[in-house]
């Protein structure tokens, strides 16, 4: 985490905490509240040039002035004293966007109040701390919004109008005006957070994803590496034999060194016989490693479970030649960990069939447990939908529905294929995966 200042309004405005502790940094830059405020800058300019400009309506300019050059002063400030490409904490978001709220009441009271068109204005620092910033912020800044303006609906000067016909509203429409403003700004916020949290669910989900995946690929990548590493070896090797070999020759019998020789001869001979049986098992990797049948994929993703209860079966047909697979760690994870879920489900029986033909090839995952609860069918593939039916018997589950299937079926459509969760005939789940038949299988080299 770097050091970084922050920004502190009042007694100490503007001095850098570079001797403060580093606090935990949010979602928001520093650059992303400076831009926003240039653009309430600008906008602020326009309004107060067209109302005494165009339409000659009499206002406090300079102290309109005064208030917009606040603003100005504490950008330019940022600007120079600290990075703008940093993320900030809670606390100089807090002090920023407070800033922002007391400019903004300001202007209003002396521009109209609540009855001033530009008080919907209130509603810009309130979402943007539901959707970036903490609860705790959220609520002194909207407590901050509510009570300034409030206030305005009792006390501020004239709204800018013609002066010759001066325009007073109501009481009760200004309270109406604030009613408003709060309503507005309650279920703007909720909406922002709430699609704020499903998207940084999605997005934690899929970094899940990817993590998962790499790990795959990092083990299938193995295989690869062992027989490159033998063929690295094998020349050095190689070397030691030979030198072994005439140390055995050279050294009279009956020496202490011949049995020394002797030894290292023998065990660089060994050494060899294991690279070679190593280099082997690579190349055939190439040709066969990467190949393989759906009963095969099967074996390989239930192998994690062949020992533990429930019993696992597994059953393939089709029509038409058996369709030889090209490996996929997507593929692989994504059967192992519905797998797992319905090992966690089962009560005795876990059933793996595989079907082909000559478009499509499919897959079923059927377990005997209590089945998908009824009312999450339609959410099942989402992150952290985790709730599902518990069967009778204690057995503990391995968490149930939750980012693992979503990262299960993420990684099928990315190999091509679609899921869908439905009631099993052994009374329990069925996840079937389909695919064309041209995404698994392997080319012919």
Aim: aromatic fraction near 8%; include cysteine; hydrophobic fraction near 45%.
């Amino acid at each position: 985490m770097h050091q970084h200042a922050d920004i502190i309004f009042g007694s100490n405005a503007l001095q850098p905490l570079q001797t403060r502790p580093t606090q935990t940094m949010g979602r928001l830059r520093r650059y992303t509240l400076v831009l926003l405020r240039w653009g309430a800058i600008g906008g602020q300019i326009l309004a107060l040039l067209c109302v005494s400009l165009i339409l000659e309506f009499p206002y406090p300019v300079l102290a309109c002035c005064a208030v917009i050059a606040a603003s100005i002063f504490i950008n330019l400030a940022i600007t120079v004293l600290y990075p703008l490409d940093r993320r900030v904490s809670d606390r100089e978001a807090l002090l920023q966007l407070g800033f922002d709220i007391l400019q903004l009441a300001a202007l209003l009271w002396l521009t109209g109040g609540i009855t001033n068109p530009f008080a919907i204005l209130f509603l810009a620092p309130i979402v943007t701390s539901a959707t970036t910033l903490s609860k705790s912020v959220l609520f002194i800044l909207s407590a901050l919004a509510t009570l300034l303006s409030f206030s305005l609906v009792f006390h501020s000067q004239p709204l800018p109008w013609d002066p010759d016909n001066p325009l007073m509203l109501p009481f009760t429409f200004r309270i109406g005006v604030w009613i408003a403003i709060m309503v507005g700004s309650i279920f703007t916020s909720l909406y922002a957070w709430r699609a704020t949290k499903e998207s940084r669910k999605m997005a934690a989900a899929l970094a899940a994803t990817e993590t998962m995946l790499a790990q795959e690929q990092k083990l299938s990548a193995l295989g690869g590496l062992a027989a490159a590493a033998a063929h690295e070896l094998g020349t050095p090797l190689a070397t030691i034999q030979v030198t072994a070999k005439e140390m055995t020759r050279e050294i009279p019998k009956g020496s202490p060194l011949a049995d020394d020789a002797a030894l290292v001869l023998s065990q660089s001979q060994r050494c060899r016989s294991i690279l070679e049986q190593l280099a082997l098992r690579g190349d055939e990797g190439d040709a066969i490693h990467d190949r393989l049948t759906l009963e095969d994929l099967f074996e390989e993703a239930a192998e994690p479970f062949i020992l533990i209860e429930p019993d696992i079966i597994i059953e393939v047909s089709g029509t038409g030649p058996e369709p030889e697979l090209k490996r996929q760690a997507e593929l692989v994870y994504a059967l192992k960990n519905f797998i797992e879920n319905a090992v966690d489900f089962a009560s005795e029986k876990v059933r793996l069939c595989g079907v082909w033909n000559e478009t499509t090839i499919s897959v079923f995952i059927d377990d005997d447990g209590p089945g998908f609860d009824p009312t999450l069918t339609d959410r099942l593939g989402q992150p952290y939908v985790t709730k599902r039916s518990r069967q009778k018997s204690k057995k503990p589950t391995a968490g149930g529905l939750g980012l693992g299937v979503f990262i299960a079926s993420t990684l099928v459509e990315r190999t091509g294929g679609q899921v869908a969760f439905k009631r099993g005939p052994l009374g329990g789940a069925r996840v079937e995966a389909v695919w064309p038949r041209d995404a698994l299988v392997a080319k012919a080299s």
